[in-house]
């Protein structure tokens, strides 16, 4: 239902807070793409920003030459164009890289895009790739087996349903869509063994249907050594 398009004025509110860059994942969706498609998708390009190395020092040089090619080593060499302004030879501009490093990442989705966040850190564990710096989680659905059939009467889903705009009845369609021929329980976060997670901070709303959902995985998490905080809004 929603893309980097429905979600591009919070995106860019984001940026702007943060000064940060910012990579929203075009992942492919279900009922097409049901699991684990869309967690693959994800991952890959977490893993692929995980494992980038940027220069963190760059030096530059003028090395003379006569017009001759000069013998290359491990070094980068570009022709500087003032030089033939100047009616000299070609000069050679000297790239070195004297430093590397990796990027700091900041992991984050708003309601299904938070279950793909968490799903994601949990495929990097399992193979031994770095995990982000944090995560922010907007709503995170972390409970698919719940819907208008399986609840308490007393809980955020029926207390909420006439303020919420999730469709009731849609809920259990999305959450088999995603699942494909998978266990919900086993694809649901709430389930999952967050121990050695990053910092969390959960984003929810008092009235949201999902909010039990969202006090409930961060009491998990906390169980299990996660420091994660909780973030009430009205």
Known sequence: LCSHKTHREMLLRLVGETGMILLAIEYRRPPEHPWPVPVNDCYNMYSFLANLEIPTEVMFGIQEGDGEDDEQDEEHDVEDPESKNRG???NKKRVSVTGKRRLQIFLGGD???G????????KAKAHGLREPESMVLVSPWVDMEEDEVNTKPDGS???NQQVDFLPPPCVSIYANAYAGEQCLHKLSPINFDLRGFPPMLVLTGEFEMLHDQHKAFVRRARAQGVPCALSVGE
Not at 115 to 122: F, G, K, N, S, Y
């Open 88 to 90: 000299g030879g070609k």
């Open 111 to 113: 309601s299904a895009g």
């Open 115 to 122: 279950t793909l966040a968490i799903a994601v850190v949990q």
């Open 157 to 159: 889903f029926s207390r």
